[in-house]
């Protein structure tokens, strides 16, 4: 079965720290794998979309990996601030024309 | 700029009552979609459409309904809604149904069923 795990459920840190989130995913056959940020009361907002061929993506102080043999992927978040407080959501693509599969996410809480 | 737009933001309906939730977009994508988000779940589709009079069920289309009459919007219909259908809505679009292309999200609709 097509499924995305996303760990932690759940974060806290302080403000100006780093921290990386973990994505596994069993899709296949695989197309891509996107971050969404979104904010509470919000709706998704694409952070990166890497295809099978790229390691590494990047956008601001977040960095994407993806390791497509062991499928796994990680964000990376450098000097954390307040408004990265949100929910962080895996998403991966397989061949075209199929649906889009959503992990859970993870909450991010950034304090001062 | 072009955007997304959802409406109502939040409605409270009675178990039973037909539901309309509307779903407009300025990016002249053909491609629309809608799915829910509920605690302990990712965002499930609904259903979802690549253009004008093409209509797909997704993974949970019982109870669901839309219509394309033009590329702008894709409303979704609870033909008669249940508590099982509290959840939060969102309208998302792309420009193409290749797998590469980003998905636009709407700001979503939280419904409540009574």
């Known amino acids: 079965k097509n499924q995305v795990e996303q760990s932690p459920q759940s974060l806290i840190i302080l403000e100006g720290k780093n921290c990386t989130l973990q994505c596994n995913y069993t899709v296949s056959p695989f197309s891509n794998l996107r971050w969404y940020k979104q904010d509470t009361g919000r709706g998704p907002v694409s952070l990166t979309i890497m295809t099978f061929s790229e390691n590494t993506k990047s956008n601001g102080r977040y960095t994407a990996t993806l390791d497509a043999d062991t499928k796994q992927s990680s964000l990376h978040i450098t000097a954390s601030q307040l408004s990265d407080s949100a929910s962080y959501i895996c998403v991966v693509s397989g061949q075209a024309g199929t649906a889009l599969i959503f992990g859970k996410g993870t909450t991010l809480s950034v304090s001062s | 700029d072009a955007e997304i737009t959802q409406s109502p933001r939040h409605k409270i309906t009675e178990t039973g009552r037909q539901v309309t939730l509307a779903c407009h977009q300025t990016w002249n994508h053909n491609n629309m979609f809608w799915y829910r988000q509920d605690l302990g779940h990712g965002l499930r589709l609904i259903h979802y459409s690549y253009g004008v009079h093409d209509t797909n069920k997704g993974e949970v289309s019982d109870g669901y309904s839309v219509s394309r009459s033009n590329t702008e919007d894709l409303p979704l219909t609870l033909e008669s809604a249940a508590s099982s259908q509290t959840s939060v809505y969102f309208c998302?679009?792309?420009?193409?149904?290749?797998?590469?292309?980003?998905?636009?999200f709407g700001p979503g609709t939280r419904l409540t069923v009574l």
């Open positions: 998302a679009s792309s420009e193409s149904s290749g797998s590469y292309y980003e998905q636009f």
